[in-house]
């Protein structure tokens, strides 16, 4: 069955980076499209980004620009590289098969905060 495994997940002072990791199994990861959502505290799942089979991206607009989206298919891995963090992107990060925010089934998640 697929599974989805989430990691690099922490604490980070504002402006700093992280770089999160979903390792991949039970699928045809090369042929997947996949995505990152995010659940902020007292909000809903949100989209982050998303990654077709050729490598073109696509990016919530409060993360374009510092968030970059990739993947490794020989390591069955999905990365998402963080960059000048703030509050607001204090959230658990789960990755998940296929595009947009109806993407699933989603890993157990990691938990990201920004903080001072």
């Known amino acids: 069955q697929v599974q989805l495994v989430e990691s690099g997940g922490g604490l980070v002072q504002p402006g700093g980076s992280l770089r999160l990791s979903c390792t991949a199994s039970g699928f045809a990861f090369r042929i997947s499209k996949m995505t990152w959502l995010r659940q902020r505290p007292g909000k809903g799942l949100e989209w982050v980004s998303s990654i077709n089979i050729d490598d073109t991206a696509d990016y919530e607009d409060r993360v374009r620009g510092r968030f970059t989206i990739s993947r490794d298919n020989g390591k069955n891995t999905l990365y998402l590289q963080m960059h000048n963090l703030k509050f607001e992107d204090t959230a658990v990060y789960y990755c998940?098969?296929?595009?947009?925010?109806?993407?699933?089934?989603r890993g157990q998640g990691t938990q990201v905060t920004v903080s001072s």
């Open positions: 998940a098969k296929g595009w947009g925010v109806f993407a699933s089934p």
